[in-house]
């Protein structure tokens, strides 16, 4: 694997995460379906996917860790090291760039002190383009993990940057249901 | 005349206060036209889907009840329902709305469906990015389930069928229906070649599978409901229902219009419901169907015959927003998503933002399409950085015209159409862009690429 092994030893899964491997696995005819489905379920867990986890997959869903290797490359939701605290993706594609995304990038790297492609220094944004997310008539938008924001300008910018830090110091980020008719709810 | 919207799919999720639960989508009529198809007989359904005149609306607008007739139900394989709601065709955005505002309405379009065609096991594969999206349908689907709408014994009939939401890894090929089973398969989204690999034969686990947007399904529901004779009213013959058209890009006014199929042209789509051009602004051309969709100029004329015979002579704006009147134009209703682009588009930025789009897509199984996709991204990066040639413009269609029909998905089409259709209306742009770069002069502000 050319990909480099994070510096420190990922911490184990956690027993929750272990837990419903199973049920999920017994969701299909075929066990090799639920490949996707635990990837994801590792990736939420720790937040990348380690060679460990791909033998752990692979045994549960009877493959061999190549193969569960072939789909961690294949998708490009899937990551084999760790990333920022917040993980900002702009949408790069013809509808959100036609208002502005590309401007809005380079106006995201300067607040988040962070370069595309990047990690900020002090770890908290991981900052990257991502392809059309389904949300062309509100763009540019920012998909935050897994949340979606709309009408992102690029004179927003600053602002935008604000409202992220913001999320850094609240306990409860990720944890609270959408409301319905929000921006959140809809991503 | 003015056009006005005729919401179908979303009547109820455009009303105030109308929510995702069960108890919301029962007081709106819900699960009325499930109880109706499993009072029919299985082929009883699919003939009034036939009837219907349905097509497909995931972007190549196959007739759904023909579809479900190529079946293959005499293997004695399990026969399986998959919709495809990986949504990632740029440009659209509708099954989004459904997905996250009226989950039932698509569900039960998904139970009748797998009554119709007997299928006692569903996946909704959802883009991976739709985290919340995918919980809001395991609820929805949890819901159903207690009220005997899906799951076991389905209201009592002694049919079941089980429904599982499936996320995807943020794939565009996985959009494509062979593509998506290897994906629920759990391997690399490789498309499959056809013959052999036609899915109503050889699908999901070799087995009979059949393959229906997500917007289809909510499309199927409303057939039950009118009933196929009725249902076919709706539009025009040949393209019977509702349109949802996700407008995007350079207008005044964005957004999704549910059009009757026919009822409204192109220029009432961006003049009446668009609001027309943002101010001081005038449109210079709309990629209609979605990105892969050949674009379309202001400013040119089409004339030729449609399949009724019908001649027409038509300018972009005159277009009706049907499947056939748009295909006579050369282009295709696709997924309704529609980009405009106005003045202040440098053209050459918005193929080349398109290329990278394809490029960074392409599984990389077929030649023509892995290397050509790469290189048309890059030749046409490279006219946006000054290192372009005049040479060059001629370069991206030979590029494109070895790709397209040469591949085992529909990728490669989605790759070279962008490009054989943009060079030819815009070749006189592009040259003068590659001039002004070598020249030094003043570029246009809008950055897409």
Known sequence: MHETSPSAPARALTPETLAKAPAIVGLYPQKRSATMPLLHLVQEDRGYITQEDMTWVAELVGVTPMQVLEVVTFYPMYRQSPIGRRHVRVCRTLSCALRGSYALMSELEKSLNCARGETSPDGNFTLGFVECVADCGCGPVVHVDGSMHENVKPEDAAAFTQKLKATLTDPTYGQKTPVPGTPEWNG | ?449
């Not at chain 2, 050509?372 to 000054?386: A, M, Q």
């Open chain 2, 1 to 449: 005349m003015s056009a006005v919207e005729r919401p179908l799919i979303y009547a109820n999720l455009r009303k105030p206060g109308y929510t995702v639960d069960i108890d919301c989508y029962q007081k709106h009529g819900g699960y009325e036209a499930l109880k109706k198809a499993v009072a029919m007989k299985p082929e009883e359904v699919c003939k009034e889907v036939e009837t219907s005149g349905l097509r497909g609306r995931g972007g190549a607008g196959f007739p759904t009840g023909m579809k479900w007739k190529f079946l293959d139900r005499k293997s004695g394989k399990p026969i399986y329902l998959v919709v495809n709601a990986d949504e990632s065709e740029p440009g659209t955005y509708k099954d989004r709305q459904i997905i996250y505002q009226d989950p039932h309405q698509m569900l039960e379009g998904i139970a009748i469906t797998a009554w119709a065609i007997q299928a006692k096991q569903a996946f909704i594969y959802i883009r991976g990015e739709f985290i919340h999206g995918a919980k809001i349908l395991e609820n929805a689907i949890a819901e159903a389930k207690a009220k005997g709408y899906l799951g076991q014994n389905i209201l009592g009939s002694g049919y079941s069928c089980e429904v599982v939401v499936h996320r995807g890894g943020g794939c565009y090929v996985c959009g494509e229906e062979t593509g998506l089973i290897e994906s629920l398969e759990g391997k690399r989204g490789y498309p499959r070649i056809k013959p052999p690999y036609f899915p109503a034969v050889l699908g999901l686990y070799n087995c009979p599978t059949i393959v229906n947007n997500a917007e289809t399904m909510a499309q199927v529901k409303h057939v039950l409901a009118f009933g196929g004779a009725e249902f076919a009213k709706i539009g025009i013959p040949g393209d019977s229902g509702t349109h949802i058209w996700c407008v995007s890009g350079l207008v005044k006014r964005p957004g999704l219009y549910e059009i009757e199929a026919g009822k409204a042209t192109f220029g009432q789509l961006l003049y009446d419901f668009c609001g027309g051009p943002l101010d001081g602004r005038t449109f210079k051309a709309i990629i209609p169907g979605g990105s892969s969709t050949k674009i379309l100029k202001i400013g040119e004329r089409f004339k030729g015959k449609l399949p009724n015979g019908q001649e027409f002579d038509w300018a972009v704006e005159d277009i009706p927003l049907d499947s056939n009147s748009i295909a006579a134009c050369g282009t295709g209703l696709g997924t309704g998503g529609t980009i405009v682009l106005d003045d202040s588009v440098e053209m050459i930025q918005a193929l080349s933002n398109l290329n990278a789009f394809y490029a960074h897509e392409t599984c990389g199984q077929c030649t023509p399409c892995r290397e050509g996709s790469l290189w048309l991204s890059r030749v046409s990066k490279r006219i946006t950085t000054g290192g372009g040639q005049e040479s060059d413009v001629p370069l991206l269609l030979d590029i494109a015209n070895q790709v397209a029909g040469r591949t085992i998905c529909a990728h490669g089409e989605a790759v070279a159409w962008p490009v054989q259709s943009a060079v030819p209306k815009f070749k006189d742009e592009y040259v003068e862009s590659i001039r002004k770069r070598v020249k030094g002069e003043d570029l246009p502000k809008l950055k897409l690429i």
